[in-house]
Structure formats: structure tokens, C-alpha cells
């Protein structure tokens, strides 16, 4: 803080008036409305942590999916010698890699959001950071037949 600054306090102090007070240059605005540097947001641990356990309760579904998934897989048998039965074996190991790695997103995901509704003075970019570590480590495979090049 500057020292004019600071003597301003001072002689608002002694004059009975509010001090007024700018932190990290922030400018100081009346109380008419949502503040230019937030817009209005406002954070609450119980919302992160909100949000964080229905990202978690998406688990559930998976795993009950990949029940039903290994379910209707039970009694297939040997796939050799019967094409499709080869090919629906290529496709239910392919979706159970994929509902796993979906369910372990979830979690993740849960765990990041939850750490954030601890920490609720974390900055953005830590927040940014964490998911965007999530995003590389989870990263979605192509679609099929490839990437459209200039189309």
C-alpha cells in the first residue's frame, strides 16, 4: 500500500469516516451490484462438494452397467470358429475398457471437485490445472475412420 495511501486512512480514521481500501488492486466499488472482478460468483464448499459427489453417484450406474455387461456376456464360450461370436467378444471387451476408464474419470473427477470444496481459496489456474491433467490422462480415442483433415 502506498504511504499516501495510507496517511488517507489515517486522516479518514481520525475523522470518523470508513476506510476504505483497495487490496491487491482491486478497485473498490460501491454495493450496487455483483463486483467487475468476480461478476457475481460466489463459491461454497457444500457446492463443490455437491458437485462432487453426483460426478461419484455416475459411478454407480456404470458399475451396474458393467454387471449387466459382464451378465449378458456369461455363456458365450469359445469365439473360435464363429466370427460373430469373436467380433461381439472384440466389442464387449472394447465397451467394458471403455465404462472402466469412464468410472475411474468419475472418481477422479469427484476427487478434484471435492479437494477444490476443502480448498475453497484455491486459484483458478490450480483448478484449471487439475482438470486439464484429468483431461490428458482420460483423453477420449479418436472417433472411427479417423480424423476429417480440412474438411
Do not use: F
Amino acid at each position: 500500500m502506498a504511504w499516501d495511501e495510507w496517511e488517507q486512512i489515517k486522516a479518514g480514521v481520525a475523522d470518523r469516516q470508513p476506510a476504505a481500501m483497495r487490496l491487491n488492486h482491486v478497485p473498490v466499488e460501491p454495493d450496487s451490484g455483483p463486483s467487475a472482478v468476480t461478476g457475481g460468483l460466489k463459491s461454497s464448499q457444500k457446492a463443490w462438494n455437491t458437485a462432487g459427489e453426483g460426478v461419484g453417484s455416475l459411478r454407480q450406474g456404470i458399475g451396474t452397467g458393467l454387471s449387466k455387461l459382464d451378465e449378458g456376456q456369461a455363456g458365450l464360450g469359445a469365439t473360435t470358429g464363429c466370427l460373430s461370436a469373436a467380433a461381439q467378444k472384440d466389442v464387449y471387451d472394447s465397451w467394458k475398457k471403455y465404462a472402466e476408464s469412464v468410472g475411474k474419470r468419475c472418481g477422479a473427477l469427484q476427487g478434484v471437485l471435492q479437494q477444490v470444496g476443502h480448498d475453497v481459496l484455491r486459484t483458478d489456474d490450480a483448478v484449471k490445472g487439475e482438470m486439464d491433467r484429468l483431461s490428458r490422462e482420460y483423453a477420449d480415442t479418436d472417433a472411427v475412420g479417423g480424423q476429417a483433415k480440412g474438411r
